[in-house]
């Protein structure tokens, strides 16, 4: 049910366009969230390390609220799900705009040191910044293989496709599993209703990294060098 037999170029590029569905569907996270958190009227910070964690935990609740109501009345089908992915995405365009372009501004090397108040931290800023990335490739490489924990194949993959089969919210007839399925796997639903099972997995890869981020903002507001200084 879960296997590739994919091999070769074909294999990578589908691995590509994985990596690249879910960027956009993180990117429409943080839009989404960032548009709602402005029409309430909250303020965000200038550096997208403090606003990215609570506008992508904004909009995935949002967009998993949404799509929860969708399976309430018996309309999650594949295609309704990406319609209303798109429409989210649509509807905070310009913030979806401004995410990707923060997240191409973090790629780039910006030629700054670490914001550090010693020397220690100075030295070991780039040792911590190739050991986060080479953790996050691993991660990665991790999450673009077919699923082969019990987990993954009984409820985190299994229950989503059901209920995309089934087209509303219900309890499978031979799994109870159906409770452990909650707003973080609604909110990557749109991956799996595009066919790319391997999506949900990067996504909890991508929560992982802006969690990192969140830590590492809040640690340099607190001016803690030995902890977000050598992250930063």
Known sequence: MY?????GFVLVLGHLATVGAALLLLFTHVALGARIRRALGVPGRREATWRWPVDAT????????????????????PVTVL??????AALSWREWARAAAEFAA???????????TDDLASRIAPLMH?????????????????????DSLMYHLRIPLWLLETGR???PPDSFHVALVGGS????????????????ALMQVAALVLTVMGTV???REARLARSGGWLA
């Open 217 to 219: 903002a809040m640690a």
């Open 169 to 171: 919210l219900a309890v």
């Open 58 to 77: 904004l909009g995935a609740g949002s967009l998993a609220l949404v799509l929860l109501a969708v399976s309430v009345v018996g309309l999650l089908r």
């Open 106 to 116: 973090l790629l780039r090397p910006t030629g700054r040191g670490a914001v550090a």
């Open 185 to 200: 796997h609604f909110a990557s639903l749109p991956l799996l209703a595009a066919g790319l099972r391997s999506g949900p």
């Open 3 to 7: 296997s590739d037999t994919r091999t």
């Open 83 to 88: 319609v209303v992915a798109a429409a989210a």
């Open 130 to 150: 190739a050991a986060l990335a080479a953790l996050v490739l691993l991660l990665v490489a991790g999450a673009v293989a077919p699923p082969t924990e019990w």
